[in-house]
């Protein structure tokens, strides 16, 4: 056992059978294994920027109760956050993702994926944004898959680049996309972002 893994065993909470942290802070942290998050629930602030994961990270089913960072993050590998949860404000800025990311039916208040580089496979599965949603200059150069996502009150900017992301039933809800702005209803791309169509 590893001493992540040592430390999340002594955190556990015997009545809810999961890890609690409190203030948690992995600033310029190198996770040099596989890191497992799963099912832990942060209570309070969660700082990972600079940290940088060489193995298989995994957020699956992790509650983030007030604000969470990674910024300047760098996963090398997998990262997980299916069935995430995050509460307060999130950010993925600067944020390289090497390989598979999933994010399949997490939801999130306000985050933002600026300046972020999804290098492998991406899926936003399920997601629901349910505040302000930010995806400025944030570039996908592989698939991406945003099927039956739900955006509200999402700023896709000019800079963001989406040539390789399917939307498949995402749903906008005063959405905008560089100056144009989606109305609230069903929205489909077809062979990228350029051609999109939306309806009431």
């Not at 942290?21 to 992995?26: I, K, V």
């Not at 920027?49 to 193995?55: C, H, P, T, V, W």
């Not at 604000?67 to 993050?73: D, E, M, N, P, Q």
């Given at each position: 056992m590893g001493l992540l893994d040592e430390s999340l065993d002594a955190l556990q909470?015997?009545?809810?059978?999961?890890?609690?942290?409190?203030?948690?802070?992995?600033?310029?942290?190198?996770?040099t294994a596989q890191a497992s998050f799963r099912r832990a629930e942060f209570g309070h602030v969660a700082w990972f920027?600079?940290?940088?994961?060489?193995?298989h990270a995994?957020?699956?089913?992790?509650?983030?109760?007030?604000?969470?960072?990674?910024?300047?993050?760098m996963f090398t590998e997998g990262a997980w956050f299916q069935d995430a949860s995050f509460d307060g404000e999130t950010a993925f800025e600067h944020t390289?993702?090497?390989?598979?990311?999933?994010?399949?039916?997490?939801?999130?208040?306000?985050?933002?994926?600026?300046?972020?580089?999804?290098?492998?496979?991406v899926d936003f599965g399920g997601t629901r944004f349910a505040g302000d949603a930010v995806f400025s200059n944030t570039h996908f150069r592989?698939?991406?898959?945003?099927?039956?996502?739900?955006?509200?009150?999402?700023?896709?900017?000019?800079?963001?680049?989406?040539?390789?992301?399917?939307?498949?039933?995402?749903?906008?809800t005063g959405a905008r996309f560089a100056d144009i702005a989606v109305p609230q209803g069903a929205a489909s791309f077809r062979d990228g972002s350029r051609d999109y169509s939306a309806e009431n």
């Open positions: 909470d015997p009545g809810a059978g999961r890890p609690r942290l409190g203030p948690a802070q992995f600033n310029r942290a190198v996770f920027e600079d940290a940088r994961f060489d193995g995994g957020f699956d089913r992790t509650e983030f109760r007030t604000h969470a960072k990674f910024t300047r993050v390289i993702f090497t390989r598979t990311a999933s994010f399949d039916r997490a939801t999130f208040d306000d985050t933002t994926f600026a300046d972020t580089a999804f290098n492998g496979p592989s698939a991406a898959t945003f099927a039956d996502a739900a955006f509200v009150g999402a700023e896709f900017t000019a800079a963001a680049t989406f040539d390789k992301a399917t939307f498949a039933d995402a749903r906008f």
